[in-house]
């Protein structure tokens, strides 16, 4: 009894509330607004992810190809994924769910946290994004655009994500939720950055470091 209590004190508690499962089909969604803007959030962010990306390997392969230490590296196209991957995310969270991945919505759909409905429906986005986004690095590196189109592409692309990310960082309703947890943003940054110096000095150089006593 004594843990019933307990656990249902813990509930009350709570502060969130978990969303009931998806339906499997929900017709209904497909007349609101909300829905085909988060199609929108979904072909945009995967279009944005596969141009960016795409185009950093061919450029450093291209520029690799000449000079070994030309193009920015391995390290450099992980950092494009990751940033880009973490960018998009971020500007989408709040209005379709920032999946950009047909295989995280299909987990999602496993889990209940979408319906049928809106998994296909942003699966087909995905990859319609997708298509674009390499069309639009085979349109842009064209022999026939190279000199001026490649540099005005990526700049026009740039500045989209530069603005987008902008707006979207000071969105009222992303202010206002952010607001009540402040402490994340310290705390957060604070231990990741204490894990990576354990990891880096403890794991990574551990090899490195003589054992007292050896020879």
């Known amino acids: 009894m004594a843990n019933e209590g307990e656990h249902g004190s813990f509930r009350a508690n709570k502060d969130y509330v978990d969303p009931p499962p998806a339906p499997l089909t929900d017709a209904e969604e497909l007349k609101k607004w909300s829905f ?3 199609l929108i959030a979904e072909f945009i962010a995967t279009l944005l992810f596969l ?3 795409v185009l950093t390997v061919i450029g450093h392969r291209s ?4 000079d070994a230490c030309a193009g920015v590296g391995l390290l450099g196209i992980a950092w494009a994924f990751g940033g880009m991957i973490f960018i998009l995310v971020y500007c989408t969270a709040g209005i379709s769910g920032g999946q950009i991945n047909p295989a995280v919505t299909f987990g999602l759909f496993l889990a209940r946290k979408v319906s049928l409905t809106r998994a296909i429906a942003y699966m ?3 990859c319609l994004g997708a298509i674009c986004g390499d069309g639009l690095v085979k349109a842009f590196r064209s022999s026939y655009y190279t000199r001026y189109a490649t540099g005005l592409g990526a700049e ?3 500045t989209f994500v530069l603005v987008y990310t902008v707006f979207s960082a000071n969105d009222p309703k992303r202010k206002a939720r952010d607001s009540h947890f402040p402490w994340i943003f310290w705390v957060g940054p604070m231990i990741g950055a204490a894990i990576a110096a354990f990891y880096h000095q403890f794991v990574l150089r551990a090899g490195a470091v003589k054992v007292p006593g050896s020879s």
Not at 63 to 66: D, E, H, L, M
């Open 51 to 53: 141009y960016v990306t």
């Open 124 to 126: 087909v986005a995905q």
């Open 156 to 158: 026009m692309i740039g």
């Open 36 to 38: 085909y803007r988060a």
């Open 63 to 66: 520029q690799a190809a000449s």
